[in-house]
């Protein structure tokens, strides 16, 4: 006999399930567009340094791949997304020290913070404290870093910051509700799962990555 207490906690186990899946799924997408677009900017710039002909067509040369690339793979590979491409690269060049825990839109935010030492702060902060990208822009935006340096009292200024990150509504992503995940896809934003080849086949790409984002 089912009786309501062994149907909720069935549903209990399902739902766990279904979430567990959709963050393993989540994760694995966040590795492969970081690792992209970091080996898309390495490839963008290797190229603009390869003699003074690539660098006087630099000028030109993302708006030339943009073209090409969004009429293959959709508008996340347009001119703004290259440049932001590039510019990863520039700002980290070393893939390794690359954290894993975070996606492409928290790296697009820290390509605000134009110290080298401020933006790798930020970046092992946002990982360990698990930040989601508004509270990453928020304490950015706030200058976090630079008022702790500054602060003869930071426990004042750490519950401060915490103060302001619990007034966030603190929401899981999921795929259907990210345009820079569903543009890097080539999806459009119709909110339909109509991409499970396309997060296999991401999945095992992932598998197949070494040294960075593992």
């Given amino acids: 006999m089912v009786t309501a207490s062994s149907l909720d906690d069935l549903l209990g186990r399902l739902r766990a399930l279904i979430q567990d899946a959709r963050r393993q799924a989540l994760r694995a997408v966040d590795a492969v567009q970081v690792r992209t677009c970091w080996e898309a900017g390495r490839y963008i710039v290797e190229f603009e340094q390869g003699g003074a002909n690539h660098a006087e067509y630099g000028a030109r040369l993302l708006n030339r791949l943009a073209e090409r690339l969004t009429a293959d793979f ?6 703004s997304n290259l440049r932001y491409m590039r510019l990863f690269y520039q700002a ?24 080298a030492q401020a933006r790798a702060w930020y ?34 200024v750490r519950e401060e910051a915490e103060t302001n990150l619990s007034v966030l509504e603190a929401t899981p992503r999921e795929f259907v509700r990210d345009p820079v995940l569903l543009e890097f896809l080539g999806l459009p934003g119709t909110g339909k799962w109509d991409f499970g080849d396309r997060l296999l086949n991401l999945e095992t790409r992932r598998n197949g990555i070494s040294g960075c984002l593992s």
Avoid at 74 to 79: A, E, L, R, S, T
Avoid at 92 to 115: G, I, Q
Avoid at 125 to 132: D, G, K, M, P, S
Wanted: hydrophobic share 35%.
């Fill in 74 to 79: 959709g508008k996340g590979f347009d001119v």
């Fill in 92 to 115: 980290f060049p070393k893939c390794d020290a690359l954290r894993h825990e975070l996606s492409w839109t928290h790296y697009r935010s820290l390509l605000r913070v134009e110290d």
């Fill in 123 to 156: 970046m092992n902060e946002a990982a360990i404290q698990n930040w989601n990208t508004r509270a990453l822009d928020r304490q950015i935006g706030t200058l976090y870093y630079e008022r702790l340096l500054a602060s003869k009292d930071r426990r004042l």
